[in-house]
């Protein structure tokens, strides 16, 4: 098992730009998490899979986001006409589904994509 | 709403010497309360959860937690650091049926260790 994998690790773009970020999740989990965190903050939610299905978006979250998740495994967050406040490490975590009082879904998070919005 | 607030932005302790972050919490209920690292160019990692029981936590990498309600703390400790402890230590906080929504983080305590 190689973990949750996020690609590019690093993208640099010109405002005005549309970025593509991709996540792949453990094999096995169906939940699909991406967060923004800003230097010197903690994550932010941002939007959450069950499979294929959004369930969840941030109150906060722009409409220039989009995310999807066609197949119920990999995920893309997408960026439209992105801005210099755009910039950010976005992280992608995923979980397994456990049901149950007190149950928690521990989620395992990738590496991160760093954008840079010149 | 909750919130959580790491006091101390910068921490630098010395091998082998005992660390405390400090983890301050805002919620009216009680709270399900986590700490994470994340270490450089890596994701987050759970180290510990309170939910409820114990306030005394154990996690993972020799680290505990102390849940004070009085207090309205749950500060992260470990006996004796390691330099491979150095990384960025991540308080968060949600409430029992909160969505991920209502998962709110603090700004982190970045940890360096002397050798």
């Known amino acids: 098992d190689t973990g949750v994998s996020q690609d590019p690790r690093h993208k640099i773009t010109k405002r005005g730009q549309n970025v593509t970020f991709r996540c792949d999740p453990i094999?096995?989990?169906?939940?699909l998490y991406w967060y923004r965190q800003t230097l010197g903050q903690g994550p932010e939610f941002l939007t959450y899979f069950q499979n294929e299905a959004q369930l969840e978006k941030s109150r906060l979250l722009s409409n220039r986001f989009s995310a999807e998740r066609p197949k119920g495994s990999f995920s893309t967050l997408e960026i439209q006409r992105t801005e210099q406040g755009d910039s950010a490490m976005y992280l992608c975590?995923?979980?397994?589904?456990?049901?149950?009082?007190?149950?928690?879904?521990?989620?395992?998070f990738g590496p991160g994509t760093r954008l840079t919005v010149l | 709403a909750q919130s959580v607030t790491q006091p101390d932005i910068h921490i630098t302790v010395s091998e082998g010497a005992s660390l405390e972050l400090r983890c301050n919490y805002s919620y009216g209920a009680t709270p399900y309360l986590f700490w994470y690292v994340q270490s450089p160019g890596q994701g987050l990692q759970l180290l510990l959860k309170?939910?409820?029981?114990?306030?005394l936590v154990q996690g993972i990498k020799g680290f505990e937690a102390e849940f004070k309600r009085s207090q309205s703390s749950f500060n992260l400790r470990k006996p004796s650091v390691h330099w491979s402890d150095a990384a960025e230590y991540f308080c968060?906080?949600?409430?029992?049926?909160?969505?991920?929504?209502?998962?709110?983080f603090g700004a982190g305590t970045r940890l360096t260790v002397k050798p």
């Open positions: 309170y939910f409820s029981g114990d306030t």
């Open positions: 094999s096995e989990h169906n939940r």
């Open positions: 968060a906080i949600t409430y029992a049926g909160g969505t991920n929504n209502d998962m709110r």
């Open positions: 975590a995923s979980s397994r589904d456990r049901s149950g009082r007190g149950s928690y879904n521990e989620q395992f």
